[in-house]
Protein backbone atom coordinates (compact mmCIF):
# COMPACT_ATOMS: atom_id res chain seq x y z
CA UNK A 1 0.00 0.00 0.00
CA UNK A 2 1.45 3.44 -1.28
CA UNK A 3 1.23 6.19 1.38
CA UNK A 4 -1.29 8.34 1.66
CA UNK A 5 -1.37 12.12 2.11
CA UNK A 6 -3.76 13.00 4.60
CA UNK A 7 -4.57 16.34 6.50
CA UNK A 8 -3.52 16.26 10.00
CA UNK A 9 -7.11 16.78 11.42
CA UNK A 10 -8.34 14.15 9.06
CA UNK A 11 -5.18 11.64 10.08
CA UNK A 12 -6.37 12.44 14.23
CA UNK A 13 -9.84 12.05 13.75
CA UNK A 14 -8.48 8.28 12.18
CA UNK A 15 -6.65 8.11 15.29
CA UNK A 16 -9.58 8.29 17.50
CA UNK A 17 -11.61 6.59 16.18
CA UNK A 18 -9.40 3.97 16.64
CA UNK A 19 -8.86 4.62 19.98
CA UNK A 20 -12.65 4.48 20.69
CA UNK A 21 -13.33 1.43 18.42
CA UNK A 22 -14.46 -1.18 20.67
CA UNK A 23 -17.14 1.99 21.38
CA UNK A 24 -17.86 1.82 18.30
CA UNK A 25 -18.42 -1.64 17.88
CA UNK A 26 -20.16 -2.66 20.88
CA UNK A 27 -22.97 0.13 20.47
CA UNK A 28 -23.37 -1.10 17.10
CA UNK A 29 -23.97 -4.51 18.77
CA UNK A 30 -26.58 -3.29 21.18
CA UNK A 31 -28.70 -0.93 18.48
CA UNK A 32 -28.92 -3.98 16.13
CA UNK A 33 -29.93 -6.35 19.34
CA UNK A 34 -32.59 -3.94 20.65
CA UNK A 35 -34.09 -3.61 17.14
CA UNK A 36 -33.05 0.00 16.40
CA UNK A 37 -31.45 -0.39 13.42
CA UNK A 38 -34.58 -2.33 11.95
CA UNK A 39 -37.28 -0.08 13.11
CA UNK A 40 -34.93 3.12 11.72
CA UNK A 41 -34.78 1.65 8.64
CA UNK A 42 -38.60 0.36 8.08
CA UNK A 43 -39.15 4.30 8.76
CA UNK A 44 -37.24 4.91 5.61
CA UNK A 45 -40.01 5.83 3.61
CA UNK A 46 -41.48 8.02 5.87
CA UNK A 47 -37.98 10.21 6.20
CA UNK A 48 -36.85 8.40 9.23
CA UNK A 49 -38.44 8.50 12.71
CA UNK A 50 -37.09 11.01 15.84
CA UNK A 51 -36.02 9.34 19.36
CA UNK A 52 -39.12 9.48 20.42
CA UNK A 53 -41.14 7.65 18.82
CA UNK A 54 -37.83 5.22 18.47
CA UNK A 55 -38.46 5.05 22.74
CA UNK A 56 -42.20 4.57 22.68
CA UNK A 57 -42.02 1.77 20.36
CA UNK A 58 -39.26 -0.25 21.73
CA UNK A 59 -39.97 0.62 25.05
CA UNK A 60 -36.10 2.18 25.98
CA UNK A 61 -35.39 5.21 27.22
CA UNK A 62 -34.68 8.71 25.20
CA UNK A 63 -31.16 8.94 27.36
CA UNK A 64 -30.21 5.25 26.05
CA UNK A 65 -31.08 5.81 23.20
CA UNK A 66 -29.66 9.02 22.88
CA UNK A 67 -26.17 7.88 23.81
CA UNK A 68 -25.65 5.31 21.66
CA UNK A 69 -27.17 7.36 18.79
CA UNK A 70 -25.11 10.13 19.16
CA UNK A 71 -22.15 8.04 18.56
CA UNK A 72 -23.25 5.99 15.91
CA UNK A 73 -23.78 9.32 14.38
CA UNK A 74 -19.87 10.72 14.85
CA UNK A 75 -19.56 7.32 13.24
CA UNK A 76 -21.51 7.84 9.98
CA UNK A 77 -23.27 4.94 10.79
CA UNK A 78 -26.53 6.97 11.58
CA UNK A 79 -27.86 9.94 10.07
CA UNK A 80 -29.79 12.77 11.84
CA UNK A 81 -31.83 15.22 9.67
CA UNK A 82 -32.75 18.93 10.83
CA UNK A 83 -35.94 18.09 11.91
CA UNK A 84 -34.54 15.32 14.09
CA UNK A 85 -35.78 11.91 12.42
CA UNK A 86 -33.34 9.37 11.84
CA UNK A 87 -31.76 6.55 9.68
CA UNK A 88 -29.61 4.71 8.18
CA UNK A 89 -26.70 5.58 6.05
CA UNK A 90 -24.74 3.46 3.50
CA UNK A 91 -22.82 2.02 5.84
CA UNK A 92 -25.36 1.81 8.47
CA UNK A 93 -27.30 -0.31 6.59
CA UNK A 94 -24.25 -2.59 5.24
CA UNK A 95 -23.45 -2.79 8.73
CA UNK A 96 -27.60 -4.34 9.99
CA UNK A 97 -28.52 -6.57 6.73
CA UNK A 98 -25.11 -7.67 4.48
CA UNK A 99 -24.59 -10.86 5.60
CA UNK A 100 -20.87 -11.32 5.31
CA UNK A 101 -20.45 -8.51 7.63
CA UNK A 102 -22.85 -10.09 9.96
CA UNK A 103 -21.32 -13.11 9.96
CA UNK A 104 -18.09 -11.34 11.06
CA UNK A 105 -19.55 -9.06 13.45
CA UNK A 106 -21.53 -12.12 15.19
CA UNK A 107 -18.04 -13.69 14.90
CA UNK A 108 -15.78 -10.70 16.77
CA UNK A 109 -18.78 -10.53 19.07
CA UNK A 110 -19.05 -14.26 20.66
CA UNK A 111 -16.15 -15.78 19.34
CA UNK A 112 -12.79 -13.05 19.58
CA UNK A 113 -13.90 -10.36 21.78
CA UNK A 114 -13.04 -10.73 25.49
CA UNK A 115 -10.01 -12.78 23.83
CA UNK A 116 -8.21 -10.01 21.94
CA UNK A 117 -7.73 -8.24 25.17
CA UNK A 118 -4.90 -10.60 25.78
CA UNK A 119 -3.05 -10.18 21.93
CA UNK A 120 -0.50 -8.50 23.75
CA UNK A 121 0.20 -12.10 25.79
CA UNK A 122 -0.34 -14.21 22.58
CA UNK A 123 2.30 -12.04 20.40
CA UNK A 124 4.63 -12.87 23.02
CA UNK A 125 4.59 -16.46 24.12
CA UNK A 126 2.86 -17.99 20.70
CA UNK A 127 -0.19 -19.19 22.52
CA UNK A 128 -3.82 -18.28 22.11
CA UNK A 129 -4.46 -16.56 25.27
CA UNK A 130 -7.37 -15.10 24.64
CA UNK A 131 -8.73 -18.93 24.49
CA UNK A 132 -8.90 -18.81 28.24
CA UNK A 133 -12.48 -16.20 28.25
CA UNK A 134 -14.13 -19.45 26.55
CA UNK A 135 -12.55 -22.21 27.90
CA UNK A 136 -9.74 -24.53 29.04
CA UNK A 137 -8.22 -25.67 26.27
CA UNK A 138 -4.69 -25.73 24.26
CA UNK A 139 -6.27 -24.85 21.00
CA UNK A 140 -9.99 -23.50 20.15
CA UNK A 141 -10.36 -26.58 17.95
CA UNK A 142 -10.79 -28.81 21.17
CA UNK A 143 -13.57 -27.16 22.76
CA UNK A 144 -15.65 -26.71 19.49
CA UNK A 145 -18.06 -29.34 21.03
CA UNK A 146 -18.31 -27.26 24.44
CA UNK A 147 -18.66 -23.79 23.53
CA UNK A 148 -21.90 -22.21 24.39
CA UNK A 149 -24.49 -22.46 22.12
CA UNK A 150 -24.09 -18.78 20.65
CA UNK A 151 -20.88 -18.88 20.56
CA UNK A 152 -20.60 -22.53 18.59
CA UNK A 153 -23.50 -20.86 15.90
CA UNK A 154 -21.45 -17.82 15.47
CA UNK A 155 -18.05 -19.67 15.19
CA UNK A 156 -19.49 -22.38 12.61
CA UNK A 157 -21.54 -19.51 10.68
CA UNK A 158 -18.11 -17.98 9.95
CA UNK A 159 -16.52 -20.93 9.09
CA UNK A 160 -19.03 -22.09 7.21
CA UNK A 161 -19.64 -18.94 4.97
CA UNK A 162 -15.83 -18.31 3.91
CA UNK A 163 -16.24 -22.26 2.62
CA UNK A 164 -18.98 -24.05 1.76
CA UNK A 165 -20.06 -21.73 -1.22
CA UNK A 166 -17.51 -23.38 -2.97
CA UNK A 167 -17.99 -26.99 -1.92
CA UNK A 168 -20.32 -27.06 -5.40
CA UNK A 169 -17.66 -25.63 -7.44
CA UNK A 170 -15.35 -27.69 -5.97
CA UNK A 171 -17.08 -30.84 -6.68
CA UNK A 172 -16.80 -31.38 -10.36
CA UNK A 173 -12.87 -31.31 -9.86
CA UNK A 174 -13.17 -33.77 -7.05
CA UNK A 175 -14.77 -36.03 -9.02
CA UNK A 176 -13.02 -35.75 -12.23
CA UNK A 177 -11.48 -38.85 -12.13
CA UNK A 178 -14.30 -41.06 -10.71
CA UNK A 179 -12.43 -41.67 -6.78
CA UNK A 180 -13.85 -44.33 -4.88
CA UNK A 181 -12.37 -43.17 -1.53
CA UNK A 182 -12.48 -39.77 -0.32
CA UNK A 183 -10.12 -38.87 2.99
CA UNK A 184 -11.93 -35.35 4.56
CA UNK A 185 -9.06 -34.29 6.40
CA UNK A 186 -10.54 -31.69 8.81
CA UNK A 187 -14.37 -32.76 8.24
CA UNK A 188 -15.64 -30.02 10.58
CA UNK A 189 -19.51 -31.02 10.90
CA UNK A 190 -19.62 -33.64 7.55
CA UNK A 191 -20.84 -30.89 5.41
CA UNK A 192 -18.85 -31.61 2.54
CA UNK A 193 -19.26 -35.36 3.09
CA UNK A 194 -22.42 -35.38 2.79
CA UNK A 195 -22.15 -32.80 -0.41
CA UNK A 196 -19.94 -35.87 -1.86
CA UNK A 197 -22.80 -38.35 -1.10
CA UNK A 198 -25.48 -36.43 -2.85
CA UNK A 199 -23.05 -35.91 -6.06
CA UNK A 200 -21.99 -39.33 -6.53
CA UNK A 201 -23.77 -42.63 -5.53
CA UNK A 202 -20.75 -44.70 -4.92
CA UNK A 203 -18.16 -42.59 -3.38
CA UNK A 204 -17.04 -43.43 0.37
CA UNK A 205 -15.71 -41.42 2.52
CA UNK A 206 -13.50 -41.20 5.47
CA UNK A 207 -13.50 -38.08 8.12
CA UNK A 208 -10.33 -37.06 9.83
CA UNK A 209 -10.55 -34.91 12.51
CA UNK A 210 -10.20 -34.70 16.56
CA UNK A 211 -12.78 -36.37 18.65
CA UNK A 212 -15.65 -33.44 19.51
CA UNK A 213 -15.92 -32.46 15.93
CA UNK A 214 -15.66 -36.19 14.31
CA UNK A 215 -18.50 -37.61 16.47
CA UNK A 216 -20.67 -34.77 15.74
CA UNK A 217 -19.78 -35.27 12.01
CA UNK A 218 -20.75 -38.68 12.27
CA UNK A 219 -23.92 -38.17 13.80
CA UNK A 220 -25.18 -35.79 11.16
CA UNK A 221 -24.29 -38.17 8.36
CA UNK A 222 -25.64 -41.06 10.28
CA UNK A 223 -28.84 -38.99 10.89
CA UNK A 224 -28.76 -38.48 7.43
CA UNK A 225 -28.82 -41.78 6.21
CA UNK A 226 -25.40 -42.78 4.81
CA UNK A 227 -23.80 -44.61 7.71
CA UNK A 228 -22.98 -47.33 5.10
CA UNK A 229 -20.65 -45.21 2.98
CA UNK A 230 -18.98 -43.01 6.09
CA UNK A 231 -16.51 -44.08 8.27
CA UNK A 232 -13.72 -42.33 10.83
CA UNK A 233 -10.59 -41.86 12.23
CA UNK A 234 -9.70 -39.95 15.67
CA UNK A 235 -6.31 -37.56 15.03
CA UNK A 236 -4.13 -35.07 16.92
CA UNK A 237 -1.83 -33.44 14.36
CA UNK A 238 -0.44 -31.60 17.32
CA UNK A 239 0.97 -34.96 18.59
CA UNK A 240 4.40 -36.64 17.89
CA UNK A 241 4.08 -39.06 14.75
CA UNK A 242 0.44 -38.97 13.57
CA UNK A 243 -0.70 -40.94 10.74
CA UNK A 244 -3.43 -41.43 8.25
CA UNK A 245 -4.02 -45.15 6.53
CA UNK A 246 -3.15 -46.19 2.81
CA UNK A 247 -6.05 -46.08 -0.28
CA UNK A 248 -7.57 -42.74 -0.66
CA UNK A 249 -8.29 -41.57 -4.15
CA UNK A 250 -8.60 -38.01 -3.14
CA UNK A 251 -7.22 -36.32 -0.19
CA UNK A 252 -9.45 -33.17 0.58
CA UNK A 253 -8.06 -30.23 2.93
CA UNK A 254 -10.73 -27.31 2.75
CA UNK A 255 -9.04 -24.45 4.78
CA UNK A 256 -7.71 -27.15 7.30
CA UNK A 257 -3.53 -26.37 7.04
CA UNK A 258 -4.16 -22.52 7.67
CA UNK A 259 -5.14 -23.68 11.48
CA UNK A 260 -1.56 -24.69 11.57
CA UNK A 261 1.59 -23.33 12.02
CA UNK A 262 4.83 -23.66 8.85
CA UNK A 263 6.14 -26.50 10.62
CA UNK A 264 2.81 -28.12 11.49
CA UNK A 265 1.80 -27.70 7.69
CA UNK A 266 4.93 -29.55 6.25
CA UNK A 267 3.98 -32.46 9.08
CA UNK A 268 0.85 -32.74 7.73
CA UNK A 269 1.39 -32.47 4.02
CA UNK A 270 4.51 -34.83 4.54
CA UNK A 271 2.49 -37.62 6.75
CA UNK A 272 -0.16 -37.59 3.80
CA UNK A 273 2.37 -37.79 1.33
CA UNK A 274 3.60 -41.31 2.93
CA UNK A 275 -0.51 -42.37 2.55
CA UNK A 276 -0.44 -41.84 -1.00
CA UNK A 277 0.12 -43.38 -4.45
CA UNK A 278 1.16 -42.21 -7.42
CA UNK A 279 -2.30 -42.04 -8.60
CA UNK A 280 -3.69 -39.80 -5.20
CA UNK A 281 -4.91 -36.47 -5.47
CA UNK A 282 -4.04 -33.76 -2.89
CA UNK A 283 -6.65 -30.82 -2.66
CA UNK A 284 -6.01 -28.15 -0.58
CA UNK A 285 -8.41 -25.28 -0.75
CA UNK A 286 -7.26 -22.16 0.91
CA UNK A 287 -8.01 -17.97 1.05
CA UNK A 288 -4.52 -16.79 0.67
CA UNK A 289 -4.09 -13.31 0.87
CA UNK A 290 -2.13 -12.48 -2.09
CA UNK A 291 -4.78 -13.70 -4.42
CA UNK A 292 -7.69 -11.39 -3.29
CA UNK A 293 -8.96 -9.57 -5.81
CA UNK A 294 -10.49 -6.69 -3.34
CA UNK A 295 -8.93 -4.62 -0.91
CA UNK A 296 -11.78 -5.60 1.50
CA UNK A 297 -11.54 -9.22 0.91
CA UNK A 298 -7.59 -8.93 1.86
CA UNK A 299 -8.23 -7.40 5.22
CA UNK A 300 -11.29 -9.54 6.48
CA UNK A 301 -8.46 -12.50 6.03
CA UNK A 302 -5.43 -10.54 7.40
CA UNK A 303 -8.09 -9.81 10.62
CA UNK A 304 -8.68 -13.16 11.17
CA UNK A 305 -5.25 -14.47 10.94
CA UNK A 306 -5.36 -12.55 14.13
CA UNK A 307 -8.12 -14.82 15.79
CA UNK A 308 -5.96 -17.88 14.79
CA UNK A 309 -2.99 -15.58 17.07
CA UNK A 310 -4.82 -15.00 20.53
CA UNK A 311 -8.11 -17.53 20.38
CA UNK A 312 -7.39 -20.61 17.90
CA UNK A 313 -3.64 -21.45 18.27
CA UNK A 314 -1.18 -19.15 18.59
CA UNK A 315 0.89 -19.63 15.35
CA UNK A 316 -0.96 -19.71 12.50
CA UNK A 317 -2.41 -17.50 10.00
CA UNK A 318 -3.98 -16.82 7.25
CA UNK A 319 -1.22 -17.20 4.11
CA UNK A 320 -0.23 -15.99 0.80
CA UNK A 321 0.31 -18.78 -1.56
CA UNK A 322 4.29 -18.26 -1.56
CA UNK A 323 4.15 -19.72 1.40
CA UNK A 324 2.23 -22.93 0.76
CA UNK A 325 3.95 -23.20 -2.56
CA UNK A 326 7.03 -23.76 -0.61
CA UNK A 327 5.77 -25.84 1.66
CA UNK A 328 4.02 -28.41 -0.97
CA UNK A 329 7.17 -28.60 -2.88
CA UNK A 330 9.64 -29.30 0.68
CA UNK A 331 6.94 -32.46 1.55
CA UNK A 332 7.66 -33.97 -1.88
CA UNK A 333 4.66 -32.64 -3.89
CA UNK A 334 3.84 -30.62 -7.03
CA UNK A 335 1.39 -28.87 -7.58
CA UNK A 336 -0.42 -30.01 -11.24
CA UNK A 337 -3.46 -27.89 -11.00
CA UNK A 338 -4.12 -23.80 -9.51
CA UNK A 339 -7.39 -22.86 -9.91
CA UNK A 340 -9.47 -20.05 -8.60
CA UNK A 341 -12.63 -20.58 -6.60
CA UNK A 342 -15.55 -18.03 -5.86
CA UNK A 343 -14.53 -15.03 -4.69
CA UNK A 344 -12.09 -15.78 -1.84
CA UNK A 345 -10.57 -19.36 -2.67
CA UNK A 346 -7.41 -21.34 -4.49
CA UNK A 347 -7.32 -24.88 -4.90
CA UNK A 348 -4.22 -26.80 -5.36
CA UNK A 349 -4.49 -29.44 -7.12
CA UNK A 350 -1.10 -31.77 -5.98
CA UNK A 351 0.34 -35.37 -6.43
CA UNK A 352 3.60 -37.20 -5.63
CA UNK A 353 6.71 -36.05 -7.18
Known amino acids: MTKKTIRAAD ?10 APFIFQSSVTLKKLGVFDLIFDSRD ?8 LSEKLSISRYGLGVLL ?58 PSGLKELGPWDTIYEGLSQLTPQEQQSWFEFDHYYS ?6 ALERVFKNQ ?68 GADVIWMSQFLDCFSEDEILKIL ?3 VSSMNDSTELIIIETFTDRQE ?7 LEATSLYFTVMANGNSKMYPSTVFESLI ?8 EDLKLGEYHTMFVCKKE
Request: overall charge negative; glycine content about 8%.
Open 179 to 246: PKLLFDIGGNTGKFALQCFNYDEEIEVKIIDLPGQLNKALKNIQNAGFENRISGQEINWLKPNPKIPA
Open 11 to 20: ALLEAQKIAF
Open 329 to 336: QKAGLTIT
Open 70 to 127: ELSESADIVYKSENGTFELTKTGYFLNYNKAVNVNLNFTHDVCYKGLFHLDKAIETGK
Open 46 to 53: QGGITIDD
Open 294 to 300: FPMSKFI
Open 164 to 169: DGIFEE
Open 270 to 272: STC
